[in-house]
């Protein structure tokens, strides 16, 4: 059995340089993802006036001194988020509750992705933006200060979206009383509890409800390291239940957040061989344990409901799964897949038949039938790092020949992917 580690989570460095930035002295990070995404984010915040030292892929101790809730200095230029959308959407909020105007961009693709979800509630507490360009695009002048409570309903499942808003309370000194349909990920929760921060999060009726009654005037400082990312582990996961990689693969101090591990039942429910070890549950902290998976033989499964935001970034490897599973996979309810980095259930579905598989577009989601004939063909990743991953481990199977346009994106969130995935199938007899 191979063991190898992946980088640092996305979504919880993303956080950690933020609230890092925020706190009252100085914070310790270590295992921070140097990908594409959370160096524009750091980049943002440093023309905010924070001091945030280089950090690369060696997982070293990064020190960051906090200059408080509400002391980032107005920009001399416009904040470039890149590809971000994470980094984006919380900043928005960050922004939202600070005294200062300040102009947000992004890439092509960064500003193809709606922003009004977030601005509209934003706007609700406060804050005065100024669409710059397309409606519901970036880029977006923002005008920010005091905030007032806020009650919303979410109409999606949004973490982004979650985040934003509970960060504007926080930052603008306004109580948060937020409800989603089904409960999305809770990294921004956990930290804000590791700054002293009480949330109270619970299901109410039929909606997740999220509430920041009395924000405080300061938060303590972070001492955290960042677990591996789960969404990258699931790629090498997938490998090896598909007989990529030669007596299967274990990867150690993966992030096992709770809101973040639905794909894990659904490989249960498909047949798939996978483990992990004992962890330890932790209402503020982020749990870590290492994962195995094993050759399997597939079947085909039914996704959807409160499933998809648990593994909502999971779904290309799922679709590269479905692919070479017995019967046909149907996933519904998904419909936020098409606001990612790239329309991702037309992508996907365009991308499986392009290399010979069965896949039907659904409004909200993909029929794929799976089988066991050879793939080959050309596909594009749309500038989407999950698409470039999820085809570079289809095509590293066994007699499938496939050809990825776009393959380098894969270091937005997992800078080596392409030379580990070669170093596992080389091994290969």
Known sequence: MRRIR?????????????????????????????????????????????????????????????????????????????????????????????????TVTGDASLQSRPMRRVTTPLSKMGAVFREMGEPDRLPLELTGGALTSLDYDSPVASAQIKSALLLAGLVGGASVRLSEPYRSRDHTERMLGMCGVPVVSQQADDVWRVELRDPPEQIAPLDLEVPGDFSSATFFLALAILGGVEGGVEISHVGMNPTRRGLLQVLGRMGANVGADPFKEHDAREPSSSLRGLPSKLVGANVGGEEVPAMIDEFPVLAVLASRAEGVTRI??????????????????????????????????????????????????????????????????????????????????????????????????
């Open 6 to 102: 992946v980088p640092g989570d996305k979504s919880v460095t993303q956080r950690a340089l933020v609230f890092a930035s925020l706190a009252s002295g100085e914070s310790r990070l270590r295992g921070l993802l140097p990908g594409e995404d959370p160096q524009a984010t750091a980049a943002v915040l440093r023309a905010l006036g924070v001091d945030i030292p280089p950090f690369g892929g060696d997982g070293a101790e990064v020190r960051i001194q906090g200059v408080g809730l509400r002391g980032l200095q107005a920009p001399q230029g416009v904040l470039d988020f890149e590809n971000s959308g994470t980094g984006a959407r919380l900043m928005l909020g960050v922004l939202a509750g600070q005294p200062i105007t300040a």
């Open 332 to 429: 519904t309810g998904a419909g936020e897949l098409r606001l990612k980095e790239s329309d991702r259930i037309r992508v996907l579905a365009d991308n499986l038949r392009s290399v010979g598989v069965q896949a039907e577009e659904l409004s909200d989601g993909l029929e794929i039938e799976g089988s066991d004939h050879p793939l080959a063909g050309r596909v594009s990743s749309h500038h989407d790092h999950r698409i470039a991953m999820a085809f570079g481990v289809l095509g590293a199977l066994p007699g499938n020949r496939i050809e990825i346009d776009g393959a380098d994106v894969a270091d937005v969130s997992f800078p080596g992917f392409g030379v580990l995935l070669e170093d596992l199938t080389a091994a290969r007899t």
